[in-house]
Nanobody, 126 residues
């Protein structure tokens, strides 16, 4: 069984940075594609970025390209999301999700993942 725990959220001013972490407890993340999603009140869950098991494929939503960087440390069963130049519209609850079924060449930005964490909240405000 896999339990995902996100951390690193908080309050940051516009233009600031945060680094989120998603740790997989239990069977680990080694063979999983991992996605980061966010949701703000009244909006649907939005895919932000994803990374395949061996980092062969990385995908970003257009809204975060050039500002966010996803990476993973399989030895630590951890996936990171470094968020720079944060904007108020980046605020929301950020979730990580994993799925072992996508192989090494594909990861979706749609919420078609088997396992989800509880989320960590990001607030961008001056």
């Amino acid at each position: 069984q896999l339990q995902l725990v996100e951390s690193g959220g908080g309050l940051v001013q516009p233009g600031g940075s945060l680094r989120l972490a998603c740790v997989g407890h239990g069977i680990g993340l080694l063979y999983d594609a991992v996605g980061w999603f966010r949701q703000s009140p009244g909006k649907e869950r939005e895919g932000v970025s994803c990374i395949t098991s061996g980092s062969e494929t990385i995908t970003y939503a257009d809204s975060v390209k050039g500002r966010f960087t996803i990476s993973r440390d399989n030895a630590k069963d951890t996936v990171y999301l470094l968020m720079n130049n944060l904007k108020p519209e980046d605020a929301g609850v950020y979730y990580c999700a994993t799925d072992r079924g996508y192989g090494g060449s594909y990861c979706p930005l749609t919420p078609d993942y088997d396992n989800w964490g509880q989320g960590t909240e990001v607030t961008v405000s001056s």
